[in-house]
């Protein structure tokens, strides 16, 4: 399609007869994957206006591309059934489809710094454009979808012409850049590149005149001026900005806030703070500056105004993370190591479980670097502790409200509140110079009636900027009556209430509403959808918000990935209208105001979780009415969008469980497990199950219980190490467990879910007949209820049984039922999984040419959804199979299951990919390197408690025992044999 829309068949192009119906072969190649309806067809071909023969003219074209393609001998991949029709085509066969994932594995590679591979595959990418995409097509749906492949096309060279500037290429990139630009001269982007390259070939002038051609383009066709980057690069090209000769490096981490245009005071301050994160810090110990200070007195501000001009000295990037140590509950620092790590260029499926794990992680990442660590808002010294770099050329910067002296270290400076002077100029930076300049004497009355508070100097600052007919006199007057108190308070908080009650006092009553319930949600930040939500969903629910926004009660945190605005609170303010709420609302509101609110992100979760694939579990829901959004969801990426959300959504989990609303609380908790699954976020998985069944016990909701159950028993069975006894024994408690809880409750798609573990759990502890029945439960419970995972699930877990009774026939027949199963469901994580299943089976049948077809195709749906969970899974039956042809190829298949294994904590494919490792040592003659790997993989799988797994273990691990000469591979075999005699197999062979 990147070019002519042909046929290749063995290295020959095929022409299409009739533009029309090359369209509709274009059509069918851009729905990969999907049945299309007749509908959906004509609607794509004709638009809103079809003749009354499309129909015809539809079946017409797929008859000549049939009988096309019959001629040149490519096999049958049209198919039509009355709901519509589908192209059996492979991604890998499609042009388009090969430079996607080309572009992809491109980005991945630049991702992890290898520049030069990303290069050729961006080189390869675009070598399969011929042309002009669909040149020759017709059909309505054409141009829209010519526009976007081009866009994709452009996208890639511009990411192509970034990293050859990197390598120092730029006299190349600028010749092929020079007819894009030519062919595309509006784009932006395109034109930054191509004035980068120019310049850095010496050629300055024409660099320039590229931008004037743009500019007068731009002024003639649309009235424009030039973007900000492109009139940021010109100014830069005519000072001869030295930055500009140099390639620029990977992205460094940079999470700082924006600095405070407005920053007033604290000079000794700012001072003492840059000279000992610069230039006067210590040679060889880690440089740890802290400042302490009550709440509202400008420690935060001062804190990114330093690092904002310590930066440069710390060139590999600046950590930012507000602790919350305000708060009843603080930030955990094994979050915040997520986070920062997250930003240091770690995947979240490589971040370890454990704390202690995750610090020695982050100080390796930062070893050797340059990096500025900003840790705001800390709460204790063991909050801090594990955040501290180990490096000497780093340096961290502290805020807490008192001095954490146990910071091994650690140089504290005191922050008191503004002197008058000070005051008065942050209130005339905020207000206006002038404003205050003609009032002093009101003006030093209202700071003084502050306290000189910079966050209440601050806030009264906004209000008189939003009132600008107001006198200075009318505020202090308000200051006066409203906060008499003023006088008797002398420490702590007060100050700032008073402040804060400057600006809530002046809002309406909807607004002020709004502030109270919103300051309810014990998250970091939210939606701005939520406010329609709380407040039982106004129409003019966005104006209120903007009303805080204006008051500054409440602070934008910008566009998340999912295009959603975000807006949070300062701590201090959230606590304040806590307060409010507790004062002036009832306890039912308040409540109900949360319900609301957390059944909004529940309705949101469960529209999102809907379109990811994973575990094909029943869609198990509570009863909570889900309020409407009034936002735009139909063009949202469900993934970016729980990206965005998973930092609200974890902690609106917790509250709902404190208050009760354990409903709520299962109920969003399960929208989150599909995408815990596919991100690799094993720990959140369990820790939130765990937490909402409790829960959900403590309030005696056993539907709730049982869901959390079942999600709990996946993630605890395959991504976690028993703490004592094995895998499988608490696997088989846990599963009989929760189908007795769907059995009370009467919900048959729960049973099925349960009985298909129950069954597999029954297969892991060698009860195969017991296996059979209980998976032949599941699929009747399945079938009767209209549960099509459910029915995946059985027939693979009746496989998996059948397969241990060395039924390989009766396996592969319920495998090709599971495939069908997932395939209708439109589920293709879960077909990818039954995919590596039947390429097992195969290979146990001897069909090694079907066993590799299987597992690849497999591998090629994990690579596209990035599922490292079964790509681990077929990485090790390919091993397996590599090694009985003795193919080299088994090392490395073996290898990297092994190193993803670890990864992702999947102990029990550690184990067998151990096994593995060792069966290649022993064929390769190497017995004691065979031992090594086998005996820890037998130690593993006495974890499991899989007993097939731990018997074909010994016979290996026997095997190479005797070829190393050892007389432990008598006791080796004797096991293996005992454990064989149980499974009711007659000898190592099976």
């Known amino acids: 399609m990147l070019g002519p829309v042909t046929v290749v068949t063995g290295g020959r192009q095929h022409r299409i007869p009739r533009a029309q119906t090359r369209g509709l072969l274009a059509l069918m190649l851009l729905n990969l994957g999907r049945r299309v309806s007749r509908e959906a067809v004509i609607e794509a071909m004709w638009g809103g206006t079809p003749p009354s023969t499309a129909r015809s003219q539809v079946h017409n074209a797929v008859t000549v591309i049939r009988g096309r393609l019959a001629e040149i001998g490519a096999p049958e991949v049209f198919a039509s059934d009355p709901s519509g029709y589908e192209l059996l085509v492979e991604p890998h066969q499609v042009d388009a489809a090969r430079f996607d994932e080309r572009v992809r594995l491109a980005r991945d590679a630049a991702a992890r710094?290898?520049?030069?591979?990303?290069?050729?595959?961006?080189?390869?990418?675009?070598?399969?454009?011929?042309?002009?995409?669909?040149?020759?097509?017709?059909?309505?749906?054409?141009?829209?979808?010519?526009?976007?492949?081009?866009?994709?096309?452009?996208?890639?060279?511009?990411?192509?012409?970034?990293?050859?500037?990197?390598?120092?290429?730029?006299?190349?990139?600028?010749?092929?850049?020079?007819?894009?630009?030519?062919?595309?001269?509006?784009?932006?982007?395109?034109?930054?590149?191509?004035?980068?390259?120019?310049?850095?070939?010496?050629?300055?002038?024409?660099?320039?005149?590229?931008?004037?051609?743009?500019?007068?383009?731009?002024?003639?066709?649309?009235?424009?001026?030039?973007?900000?980057?492109?009139?940021?690069?010109?100014?830069?090209?005519?000072?001869?900005?030295?930055?500009?000769?140099?390639?620029?490096?990977?992205?460094?981490?940079?999470?700082?806030?924006?600095?405070?245009?407005?920053?007033?005071?604290?000079?000794?301050?700012?001072?003492?703070?840059r000279k000992l994160l610069t230039d006067g810090r210590p040679a060889a110990a880690l440089a740890i500056a802290g400042v302490a200070g009550m709440g509202g007195v400008g420690k935060t501000t001062l804190a990114v105004h330093v690092a904002h001009q310590a930066a440069p000295a710390y060139p590999d990037g600046q950590l930012y993370a507000n602790l919350r140590g305000a708060e009843a509950v603080p930030l955990d620092a094994a979050d915040v190591l997520a986070r920062f790590l997250r930003a240091l260029g770690v995947d979240s499926r490589a971040i370890p479980e454990d704390v202690v794990e995750r610090a020695e992680l982050y100080r390796t990442r930062l070893a050797g670097r340059r990096v500025l660590v900003v840790l705001d808002n800390a709460a204790s010294e063991e909050q801090v502790r594990p955040l501290l770099p180990g490096a000497a050329s780093c340096a961290v910067l502290v805020t807490s409200r008192a001095r954490l002296t146990g910071v091994e270290g650690a140089r504290w400076i005191d922050l008191e509140v503004f002197a008058s002077g000070e005051a008065i100029r942050l209130l005339g930076r905020v207000t206006g110079d002038d404003r205050v300049a003609t009032q002093p004497a009101d003006a030093a009355e209202i700071v003084r009636l502050c306290g000189g508070l910079p966050l209440a100097v601050r806030v009264a600052g906004a209000r008189l900027t939003a009132r600008p007919s107001w006198r200075l006199a009318h505020l202090a007057g308000m200051l006066r009556d409203e906060r008499r108190r003023l006088d008797r308070l002398a420490t702590g908080d007060l100050e700032v209430r008073a402040s804060l009650a400057l600006s809530y006092d002046g809002l309406d009553g909807a607004t002020r509403l709004l502030f109270r319930r919103l300051g309810l949600f014990d998250v970091p930040d939210f939606p701005g959808w939520l406010a329609g939500a709380v407040l039982d969903g106004p129409a003019d629910a966005a104006a209120h918000l903007e009303a805080l926004f204006d008051?500054?009660?409440?602070?934008?945190?910008?566009?998340?990935?999912?295009?959603?605005?975000?807006?949070?609170?300062?701590?201090?303010?959230?606590?304040?209208?806590?307060?409010?709420?507790?004062?002036?609302?009832?306890?039912?509101?308040?409540?109900?105001?949360?319900?609301?609110?957390?059944?909004?992100?529940?309705?949101?979760?469960?529209?999102?979780?809907?379109?990811?694939?994973?575990?094909?579990?029943?869609?198990?829901?509570?009863?909570?009415?889900?309020?409407?959004?009034?936002?735009?969801?139909?063009?949202?990426?469900?993934?970016?969008?729980?990206?965005?959300?998973?930092?609200?959504?974890?902690?609106a989990v917790r509250q709902a469980c404190e208050l009760g609303l354990d409903e709520l609380a299962f109920d969003l908790a399960g929208r989150l497990e599909k995408y815990f699954d596919i991100r690799g976020m094993y720990a959140d998985w369990n820790a939130i199950n765990t937490l909402v069944l409790g829960a959900c016990r403590r309030a005696g909701n056993r539907l709730g219980a049982a869901v959390m159950l079942r999600g709990l028993i996946d993630v605890v069975t395959w991504n976690t190490t028993p703490e004592g006894g094995d895998a499988t024994t608490r696997f088989h408690t846990d599963a009989f467990q929760l189908l007795e809880m769907f059995t009370e409750l009467a919900e048959p798609r729960g049973m099925s879910d349960a009985a298909v573990m129950c069954s597999w759990a029954l297969t892991a502890q060698a009860a195969y007949p017991e296996a059979v029945d209980y998976g032949t439960r599941a699929l009747r419970l399945a079938e009767e209820s209209g549960h099509k995972g459910g029915e995946a699930r059985a027939h693979v877990a009746l496989a998996l049984a059948r397969g241990e009774q060395l039924d390989i026939v009766s396996a592969i027949q319920h495998l090709h039922h599971a495939l069908a199963a997932a395939r209708a469901l439109g589920n293709p994580r879960y077909e990818s999984a039954v995919l590596q299943f039947l390429g097992i089976a195969h290979r146990e049948a001897g069909d090694l040419d079907a066993s590799e077809q299987r597992l690849g195709e497999s591998l090629a749906i994990s690579h596209r959804y990035r599922d490292n969970y079964t790509k681990v899974l077929t990485m090790l039956a390919l091993a397996r199979l590599h090694l009985r042809r003795g193919d080299p190829q088994a090392r490395s298949a073996a290898e990297s299951s092994l190193a993803l294994g670890r990864e992702y904590n999947m102990t029990h494919h550690v184990a067998d990919a151990l096994g593995v490792l060792g069966e290649i040592e022993l064929a390769g003659g190497d017995p004691e390197r065979a031992v090594a790997y086998l005996e820890e993989s037998v130690a593993m799988w006495r974890t499991r408690g899989w007993l097939s797994f731990l018997a074909a273990a010994l016979v290996s691990l026997g095997r190479a025992y005797a070829a190393a000469g050892s007389p432990a591979a008598d006791g080796a075999f004797a096991e293996a044999q005992e454990i064989a005699t149980r499974l009711g197999r007659n000898g190592s062979g099976q």
Not at 228 to 252: C, F, H, K, M
Not at 559 to 572: E, K, P
Not at 589 to 595: D, G, I, Q
Not at 608 to 624: E, K, L, R
């Open 113 to 273: 710094g290898e520049a030069k591979e990303a290069v050729r595959l961006l080189r390869g990418a675009l070598d399969l454009w011929t042309g002009e995409p669909l040149a020759d097509a017709t059909g309505s749906f054409v141009d829209a979808a010519r526009a976007r492949l081009v866009e994709r096309r452009l996208t890639a060279v511009e990411d192509l012409a970034d990293l050859e500037l990197d390598l120092g290429r730029a006299e190349a990139i600028a010749a092929e850049l020079a007819p894009l630009v030519d062919a595309h001269p509006m784009r932006e982007r395109l034109r930054v590149r191509q004035m980068t390259a120019l310049y850095r070939s010496g050629r300055q002038v024409e660099a320039l005149q590229t931008y004037r051609v743009y500019r007068n383009l731009l002024a003639e066709h649309e009235g424009l001026d030039p973007g900000r980057e492109i009139a940021e690069l010109e100014r830069l090209i005519l000072r001869a900005d030295s930055g500009l000769a140099t390639p620029q490096t990977v992205a460094a981490p940079a999470l700082l806030p924006p600095d405070i245009p407005d920053f007033t005071g604290r000079d000794a301050a700012v001072d003492d703070l």
């Open 551 to 651: 008051a500054q009660l409440l602070a934008a945190a910008g566009v998340d990935a999912a295009g959603q605005i975000r807006y949070r609170f300062h701590d201090l303010v959230r606590l304040y209208a806590q307060e409010r709420a507790e004062i002036e609302d009832p306890s039912q509101e308040r409540t109900h105001a949360l319900e609301r609110g957390f059944a909004a992100w529940l309705g949101v979760a469960e529209r999102m979780a809907a379109q990811v694939p994973g575990p094909c579990y029943a869609a198990i829901g509570g009863s909570v009415p889900r309020p409407p959004v009034d936002w735009p969801l139909d063009d949202v990426d469900p993934l970016q969008w729980f990206d965005a959300e998973r930092a609200a959504l974890l902690p």
